[in-house]
């Protein structure tokens, strides 16, 4: 198991030499696309950020060469299933059996109005509480990518089951498999600014507890 959470300037000021080297010619073309500066720099650094981590312990070919689902889900022949999400300023990649990854920048809301995705006990359950409504929301999305379906599934059957006092570690029963997951809030003191992420695998020998944010 893999994980890490960074920030995508930091990624991009440290490879801004390599991306040829590190990038597909196809991977470039579709960065070229993203008309905003930080879009186009988060879409690079997912992919050197996954280079970064998996080149610890696999050889990693260099360009990487992804393959996609027809729904976009990446992977990579010969190494473990991955998945990376952004929000704000950060990247986050996991790496597991099963692996899904979400990660969501708080920002203002109103949970209630979001009765296409959660249910009248999880919207009980959320109250007016930002922090509720993005755990929740990101355990979602982590299973949802996990898939490899993402909006496909309806949100409303995910319904996850907390496993300890403090709600960090859960799992949830779909479509005939269980996903092991953990929730973490990040607050990041230099810009003010708190951070949701929910990663989930499929393998119950991974020990989500001992899970380091690299």
């Keep these: 198991m893999l994980i890490s959470v960074r920030p995508f300037k930091e990624i991009i000021r440290e490879c801004e030499p390599n991306f040829n080297e590190l990038l597909s010619d196809e991977d470039i073309e579709k960065s070229a696309i993203y008309r905003r500066e930080d879009d186009r720099f988060r879409f690079i650094a997912a992919r050197i950020l996954c280079y970064e981590v998996m080149n610890l312990h696999y050889s990693m070919p260099s360009p990487m060469i992804f393959e996609y689902s027809e729904l976009g ?11 990376w999400s952004h929000s704000g300023e950060y990247i986050a990649f996991f790496c597991a059996t099963g692996a899904g990854i979400d990660i969501e920048l708080f920002n203002e809301l109103d949970p209630q109005s979001f009765s296409a995705v959660f249910t009248g006990t999880q919207l009980k359950w959320i109250g007016s509480s930002r922090e509720r409504f993005f755990m929740l929301w990101t355990i979602k999305e ?7 379906l993402g909006f496909q599934l309806n949100p409303l059957e ?22 092991f997951g953990k929730t973490i809030i990040k607050q990041v003191s230099s810009d ?9 695998t499929t393998d119950s020998s991974v020990k989500l507890d001992k899970c380091v944010l690299l």
């Design 142 to 148: 982590s299973v949802m990518k996990s898939t490899g």
């Design 158 to 179: 995910l319904d996850p089951i907390f496993t300890n006092a403090t709600n960090d570690n859960w799992e949830l029963h779909f479509d005939d498999k269980i996903y």
């Design 192 to 200: 003010n600014e708190t951070y949701a992420i929910s990663f989930c």
């Design 73 to 83: 889900k990446p992977s990579l022949n010969g190494v473990p299933e991955f998945n």
